[in-house]
T-cell receptor, first 114, second 112 residues
């Protein structure tokens, strides 16, 4: 069974541009989570989607946005890129919104803003 | 107040010793508590989770939960150099169910 897949693996953008990151959850998983991990720092919660709806949002500016498609895949968009947006962006998925459901992580997209 | 707090470390223990990793959380509505391990440059992977007060053992790992004190810990017995990683605590919060908000992580170094 395929795990959580993210694309692209690496992405280099110029300040002010837009970046689009993609995530395919494990088959059957309906929840998708996005996290930002800057170098040497912890996981910062960005967004949580479930059944196509945004369930929660972390403390990030509106230029960070996303969506979840009918097939439960998800897209993270970052507009007006800033140098400090350079980080590893991790996507995770889980099978249902129950209290004891594990989240599985993808390998991440390394975004570099120059 | 931060939602989830962990000592950033690094926590250094000799090989074969017990490593104790602690986590406190602010949301009393948290029901389940997940421990993930993250090796440098890799994605987090689940070690175990706990949702009842008390201890839960899985191999060399024991999770301990005290909801009254809003405290959860992870003990690693017979620590090995391969256990050297960052350990992330994630209480699940929110009215809907799962909302994984991770702590900053504790970096563990097991010295041979």
């Amino acid at each position: 069974e395929a795990g959580v897949t993210q694309s692209p693996t690496h992405l280099i953008k110029t300040r002010g541009q837009q970046a689009t990151l993609r995530c395919s959850p494990i088959s059957g998983h309906t929840s998708v989570y996005w996290y930002q991990q800057a170098l040497g720092l912890g996981l910062q919660f960005l967004l949580w989607y479930d059944e196509g709806e945004e369930r929660n949002r972390g403390n990030f500016p509106p230029r960070f946005s996303g969506r979840q498609f009918p097939n439960y895949s998800s897209e993270l968009n970052v507009n007006a890129l800033e140098l400090e947006d350079s980080a590893l962006y991790l996507c995770a998925s889980s099978s249902e919104s129950g209290w004891n459901t594990e989240a599985f992580f993808g390998q991440g997209t390394r975004l570099t803003v120059v | 107040q931060k939602e989830v707090e962990q000592n950033s470390g690094p926590l250094s223990v000799p090989e074969g010793a017990i490593a104790s990793l602690n986590c406190t959380y602010s949301d009393r509505g948290s029901q389940s508590f997940f421990w993930y391990r993250q090796y440098s440059g890799k994605s987090p992977e689940l070690i175990m989770f706990i949702y009842s007060n008390g201890d839960k053992e899985d191999g060399r790992f024991t999770a301990q939960l005290n909801k009254a004190s809003q405290y959860v810990s992870l003990l690693i017995r017979d620590s090995q150099p391969s256990d050297s990683a960052t350990y992330l605590c994630a209480p699940t919060t929110g009215n809907y169910g799962q909302n994984f908000v991770f702590g900053p992580g504790t970096r563990l170094s097991v010295l041979p």
